[in-house]
């Protein structure tokens, strides 16, 4: 399956760019059958790629917006509290100095995405055992430019993300607006709750077995809803593993802080053995728990080869 792209490439001024309709992406995978299969969910920015997508294209297009970019962050409350919305101001910002999608997407060419990275998405599909799906609170265009560009889209079952609009400003849309009012998850940012939607997918398919790769805090969200079965492979340096460490039992501790290192495992005994009461309910921060089998890694030549141990051994 590639991924679904029900717009662009639409001539009309107004596009939305890769609008996912995600209960008809899972039921696709699941109509596949997905017993015998692994999911590995991927994180976009700084684990795809080796930079935050948004900045990057900022930076590229716009260098002087660029070198305020923190400081007007920091200077405004809305922008501070919204990554979203500052994100819009920006992409309002390039439309008015004249860029166009066709200019983002040809700035995204040159988005760091490492040969180890582009090795690791091409042996997973190419085992056949394997769906990979990008949960990113980045944006559908600049994901899937991205991908494109790195001929890795047919790698890709699904994208997950904030769609992006084009009319002919540039807007990205809140993944879940729905939920904004109700929007408890006190880990996830209020548009895109990425346990929330990790849950939808579990509940509609039956993998074996799932890994998570992250790096963020809106990571942890998603590492607290696998089982004992299951991997979460954390960058190290970055707020996933330092929440992963806060967090998870002292008596796993050791583990987490060694390259390489992975945890015992149980057998889990089906994901609808997550806790229920995790759904839609503020999370306590005392009673977060994570099952899953943790693997810290810091470049992508270690991830390729924590993949290859874990899910492709060699013959
Ligand atoms: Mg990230
Ligand atoms: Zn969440």
Known sequence: ????????????????????????????????????????????????????????????????????????????????????????????????????????????????????????????????KVDVVVLSDANEFFIRETLQHYNLLEH????????????????????????????????????????????YILDKTEYHRVVYIGDGGNDFCPSTRLCSSDVVMARDGFHLVRLLRKYIAAERQKAVSTHGAHLHRRRRAKHTSHPEGLRGQRLNADKFDVDAEVQVWCSHADLLALFRSLLLPQP
Not at 186 to 195: E, F, H, R, S, Y
């Open 1 to 128: 399956m590639s991924a679904p792209n029900s717009a662009a490439g639409n001539s009309s001024t107004r596009e939305t760019f890769l609008s996912v309709d995600l209960a008809k992406a899972v039921q696709h995978l699941a109509d596949r059958g997905t017993t015998d299969r692994v999911l590995c969910v991927f994180d976009f920015d700084w684990t795809i790629v080796d930079t935050n997508s948004d900045e990057y294209v900022i930076e590229q297009l716009a260098p002087d917006l660029h070198s305020r970019f923190e400081e007007t962050r920091l200077s405004t409350p809305l922008f501070r509290q919204s990554w979203l919305a500052y994100m819009n101001y920006l992409m309002g910002q390039l439309h008015e100095l004249g860029f166009s999608a066709a200019d983002i997407s040809r700035s995204l060419k040159a988005t760091p995405l490492s040969l180890e990275m582009q090795e690791v998405l091409r042996t997973l599909t190419a085992s056949g």
């Open 156 to 199: 890709v079952s699904l994208i997950i993300s904030n769609p992006f609009l084009h009319d002919p400003r540039f807007t990205i849309l809140p993944f879940s607006p729905t939920r904004h009012s109700d929007h408890i998850c006190t880990l996830c940012n209020d548009n895109m709750c990425k346990g929330t939607v990790l849950d």
